[in-house]
Every structure is written in structure tokens, then in C-alpha cells.
């Protein structure tokens, strides 16, 4: 272990002994940008920067499990992702592939697709839906893999969700839009049944959501890192935890 390094270490230990456990965020979403700017600076290729970006999160869902954190949600591609050419979403799509498949073989998180799954290939469908169903049974963090998601997307399939449970029970329009609400909206989301965001990250030092669960993010606290995803450490972690527990949180109020 070289001086910096340990000076690393002695830092992240520093700022983890000075976290407020009890502020902790339950749910955490991540914006896993920078992959391919991080490979550019080191002179790689945009897949060996996938490849990186992808080996990271185990190593974050290992720090939110020490936190105790409960619900994750990692956007890992988006919808706006799936009009790249072929030569460079064919490559991408096999990488996310594997990191699901390697989340769910891990056997200590629980797997849940949130985005559209017939605007994914068949054999992505397929991952997905296999590392769903391996993993229901497991009691650890609940990880939100956003694959082919788009917020705007995820309302418009809410809005379609519910007029098509309804219609089936035979309700009118009339009695339908007496009974929409912001709840009966949210229980047609693909995160229905969850806790909304406490926090928002995003690495790479952009400073937008770029769509990314636009209903649940309402109240979440944001917190923009200058990092690239794959450079992203756990004292950068610390960080956006120590400054959420910082903040306060007022709702409106």
C-alpha cells in the first residue's frame, strides 16, 4: 500500500466515523454516468469503460449494505440509449447483461427491472426477468436495474396500466377521473409498492436528471459528483451521505 492510498483510507474512515447513522437514506438512486468520458482520458475504448462502470457496482452495493441502506436503483441504460447504432448498443446491452446476471448470482441482493421490457432484445428480456425470479427469495438490498427506462416513458406506462385495469372492471371515464390521484397513479409505477428516492446521484458532474424517475423524485435531495462512475469511491459515497444527512428536509412545508 503506497502514501496515498493510506492517506485514502485514513480520510474515508475519517468521514464515515463523522456519518449520522440515523440519517441515512433508505433508498438511493444512481445515475451511472461518465463511463465512456472516464475511458477516453485513460485511452481505452467506450466498451472497456462499460466494462469498468459496470464492475463498480457491486463494490456500491456493498457500501450501501453497510450503511443500511434498503432500496437502490441503478439506471443503466436508458430509452434515449436504445437509438445508439448497433455497433455500439449490441456491446453496452451484453455488458448490462452480465452485471445482472452477476447481481443475482451474487445471492445476497434482490433483482427488479424497472423500464419498458418489450423495447429491450429478447435475450435481455429473458436476464431480466430469470434474475427477478432467482433472486425474489432474498433478503438484502431490493436493486431497481432501470434498463430501456425513461421517466416520461414510466408515466405514460402508469397512465396506460391503470385506463387498462379500469376498463377491465368496467368503469367508466366519468367514474375514472373521479377517482385518479397521485396515489392511484403511483401504484401503476414500475416501482409501485417501493419508497420514493431519498437521494438522487449523479457522477460525472452533470447536473440534470435527464429524465430519471421523474414522479418519484419529487422530494429527493440531489447530489452531483464531479467523478466519472467508474473512478467513483466510497469516500465520494460518504460524501453525498454526509451531505444528505446535512440537509433538511422540509416537503413543501
Known amino acids: 500500500m503506497n502514501v496515498r492510498d493510506l492517506v485514502y483510507r485514513l480520510y474515508a474512515r475519517r468521514v464515515e466515523g463523522r456519518l449520522d447513522h440515523d440519517q441515512v437514506p433508505k433508498h438511493i438512486g444512481v445515475i451511472l454516468d461518465g463511463n465512456r468520458r472516464w475511458a477516453k482520458a485513460a485511452g481505452g475504448t467506450a466498451e472497456q469503460g462499460h466494462e469498468a462502470g459496470a464492475s463498480k457496482i457491486q463494490e456500491l452495493l456493498g457500501w450501501c449494505s453497510e450503511t443500511k441502506v434498503e432500496v437502490v436503483t441503478l439506471w443503466m441504460l436508458s430509452t434515449d440509449n ?10 453496452l446491452v451484453a455488458i448490462i447483461e452480465n452485471a445482472v446476471r452477476d447481481l443475482a448470482a451474487d445471492g445476497r441482493w434482490r433483482v427488479h427491472h424497472v423500464g419498458t421490457l418489450d423495447l429491450l432484445p429478447a435475450h435481455t428480456q429473458t436476464v431480466l426477468k430469470e434474475a ?3 433472486t425474489i427469495g432474498n433478503q438484502g438490498i431490493l436493486v431497481n436495474v432501470a434498463v430501456g427506462y425513461g421517466g416520461r416513458q ?3 406506462d402508469a397512465v396506460s396500466s391503470l385506463l387498462m385495469d379500469h376498463a377491465s372492471k368496467g368503469t367508466t371515464f366519468e367514474e375514472l377521473a373521479e377517482i385518479v390521484d397521485v396515489d392511484l397513479i403511483s401504484s401503476h409505477l414500475y416501482t409501485r409498492g417501493q419508497p420514493d428516492p431519498d437521494l438522487v446521484i449523479r457522477t460525472s458532474g452533470e447536473q440534470r436528471l435527464s429524465g430519471f424517475m421523474l414522479w418519484q423524485s419529487a422530494h429527493s435531495e440531489y447530489y452531483f459528483c464531479e467523478v466519472f462512475w467508474p473512478a467513483f469511491r466510497k469516500v465520494d459515497f460518504l460524501r453525498a451521505l454526509r451531505d444528505y444527512a446535512a440537509r433538511h428536509r422540509r416537503y413543501g412545508t
Open 154 to 156: 414510466e408515466i405514460a
Open 82 to 91: 436504445l437509438d445508439r447504432p448497433q455497433e455500439q448498443l449490441a456491446p
Open 132 to 134: 427477478e425470479q432467482a
